[in-house]
């Protein structure tokens, strides 16, 4: 940390704020909200994050070349598995982005004072050792960062998958309507290459990290796996971004045409 | 001691300077230099800055042991406790500012009482129950478990740190925080404790209560005092959800006191 300046949280502010209220009113209608509120989030969220895994596996059917491509998704349209899930999605993350936003504070003054002591806490011991203690803290401090970027990759997923799902359901509805198949290996495979790459790419970052970290910020909430500990949960959601964002880098490269179909043989002869 | 430290360290002490009764002179950072000595706190290098350098530095200590939890401050941009900090644990240049989040008095005294105050106020933080209670009679016995849990939570010192390093406390001063939620815990687990759910729930789930909170845990990442803050908080919130479904009455002295 580069101590020579006065950390960042506290050079924007002269003066700590002044006195609080002392009495305080609170509406219980407001607070049942809340927890209405609360549970919608992190359930839309939950269902995402699972729904995104999923969804991971089904494009990744690419990797056994189009013809397995075609056949997982010919099946789903036939059997009508597609068409509502495609609504559902719509429906989730429409609900999720409205709930999960109210948690992010309106004013830039505030995102700025959040954000700067984020970067305080995150920078401070880095390089200096004798500031590390071995015990269950995270010394520095990560997460209010992790928890920003959050709400950035939320942002970004926002615009991104708005333009992804309009495009998948007015596919869906085309075909719904004049008959015939919305999804199909050799369109995507042109869309992909034809410049959209650059658009999953950026996309499959932040919805890689924005579920992991998501479904880390919910264990903590309220407390599944408590007993093995943050770092140990922190540890999961490493993996777990790790290991889709890489199957995630594979089966986009195999769709932009960069790399041959890894698993085409399984499907030969 | 001394002689294993072949030279002492001239430790660059950057103070955030400011004195609410003169209003007119605006904040500013002062720099001291302070020779470290082994096993220097920040409370011994404040006292030596203090009586050598400038007598007009305000800052708090009472217990220089960690129990009193009057020295908090903003430790290079993290708040932690004067007397608990060893300057062998930092780096030369030591930024040290009053505590955010708090009425400042002056430098680096801040005022975390009323705060504290303010918050116990709203959380009833107390004992509550409809029977009166009879100092003759021998107090019912509580079992191990539940008494070392409280135990836990009654190990806050009101430090504020946790306070000051939660970003969303920062932002809204109506916060309750995490010291706040852990209160409410405190009183939730005393079996002594006759509040309804209902009666809790209100305090609790309010977006200032548990779900303004967005568990970025730095609160538990700060306490001193090593509080299991991480378990008060998804206690609590798994708590509000349950009183959601649950209907029961509020409870009757806190009616009394509503309709007084
Ligand atoms: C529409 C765009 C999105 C926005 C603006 C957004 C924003 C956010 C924000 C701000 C949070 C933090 C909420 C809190 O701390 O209470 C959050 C949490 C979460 N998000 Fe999203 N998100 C979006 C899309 C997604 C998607 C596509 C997924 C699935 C991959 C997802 C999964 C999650 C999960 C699991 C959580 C944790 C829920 C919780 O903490 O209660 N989000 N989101
Ligand atoms: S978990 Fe984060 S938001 Fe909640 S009280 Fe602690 S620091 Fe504040
Ligand atoms: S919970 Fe910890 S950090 Fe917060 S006031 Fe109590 S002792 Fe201080």
């Known amino acids: 940390m580069n101590t020579n300046t006065t950390p960042t949280s506290l050079r924007a502010k002269s003066v700590p704020r002044g006195d609080r209220p002392a009495s305080f009113v609170v509406d219980p209608a407001a607070a049942r909200r809340q927890v209405w509120y609360e549970l919608a989030s992190g359930a839309t969220g939950l269902a995402l994050a699972l729904f995104m895994w999923g969804h991971m596996f089904l494009v990744g059917s690419i990797l056994t070349g189009e013809k397995g491509f075609n056949w997982v998704a010919h099946m789903l349209e036939e059997y009508f598995i597609a068409q509502p899930t495609v609504a559902a999605v719509l429906v989730l993350f429409i609900v999720h982005a409205v709930m999960a936003a109210r948690k992010v504070p309106g004013q830039l003054k505030e995102r700025k004072v959040m954000r700067d002591l984020g970067r305080d806490l995150n920078a401070y011991g880095k390089g200096f050792p004798g500031m590390a203690r071995g015990d269950e803290r995270f010394q520095p401090h990560v997460e209010s960062m992790l928890w920003i970027w959050q709400v950035r ?15 998948l359901a007015s596919n869906v509805f085309e075909a719904t309507m004049q008959g015939g198949l919305a999804i199909d ?54 993996v777990l971004l790790w290991l889709f964002l890489g199957l995630g880098v594979v089966v986009l490269a195999v769709l932009a045409g960069w790399l041959p179909a890894p698993l085409e043989f399984l499907l030969k002869g | 001691m001394a002689e294993n430290i072949k030279t002492a360290r001239i430790l660059k002490f950057d103070i955030f300077r400011y004195n609410p009764a003169e209003p007119d002179k605006p904040p500013y950072m002062q720099r001291f230099e302070v020779e470290e000595a082994p096993y220097m706190s920040l409370f011994l290098a404040l006292n030596q800055i203090r009586e050598e350098q400038d007598s007009s530095l305000q800052f708090d200590f009472v217990c220089r042991s960690a129990v009193c939890g009057s020295c908090g401050m903003m430790v290079n941009g ?45 959380v009833n933080g107390w004992i509550e129950r409809e029977t009166e209670f009879d100092r003759a009679s021998i107090e019912a016995p509580m079992d191990n478990a539940t008494a070392d849990k409280i135990y ?62 967005i568990g970025m845990m730095a609160c538990d990442d700060v306490c001193p005092k090593d509080l299991p803050l991480l378990e008060v908080y998804s206690y609590v919130r798994r708590k509000a959800v349950a009183s959601l479904f649950s209907s029961g009455e509020d409870h009757p002295a806190r009616r009394e006191a509503e309709k007084a």
């Not at chain 1, 942002?155 to 991104?160: D, P, Q, S, Y």
């Not at chain 2, 400042?104 to 709203?122: A, E, N, P, Q, Y």
Request: charged fraction near 20%; glycine fraction near 10%; proline fraction near 3%.
């Open chain 1, 185 to 238: 290996a050799t369109r995507t495979l042109a869309r992909v290459q034809g410049g959209l790459w650059m658009l999953y790419a950026v996309l499959l970052v932040c919805v890689e990290f924005h579920a992991s970290v998501g479904l880390y910020r919910l264990a903590i909430k309220w407390g599944f796996g408590a007993r093995l500990g943050r770092h140990t949960l922190h540890r999961i959601e490493q």
């Open chain 1, 153 to 167: 990759t939320g942002m970004i997923i926002l615009v991104l998958a708005s333009f992804h799902l309009i495009l």
């Open chain 2, 152 to 213: 836990e939570a009654d190990r806050c010192i009101e430090c504020g740190c946790c306070v000051a390093g939660c970003a969303v406390a920062n932002v809204r001063p109506d916060f309750l925080g995490a010291t706040g939620l852990n209160r409410i815990a405190r009183f939730m687990m005393d079996p002594r404790d006759q509040r309804s759910e209902q009666s809790w729930f209100e305090v609790v789930s309010d977006s200032e209560g548990v779900f303004g909170c």
């Open chain 2, 78 to 122: 993290r708040p932690a406790l004067g007397c608990q900090t060893l300057t062998a644990d930092l780096p030369e240049v030591i930024a040290l500012h009053p505590l955010p989040t708090f009425a400042l008095i002056g430098d680096l005294s801040v005022d975390t009482g009323r705060w504290f105050r303010s918050m116990v106020d709203r």
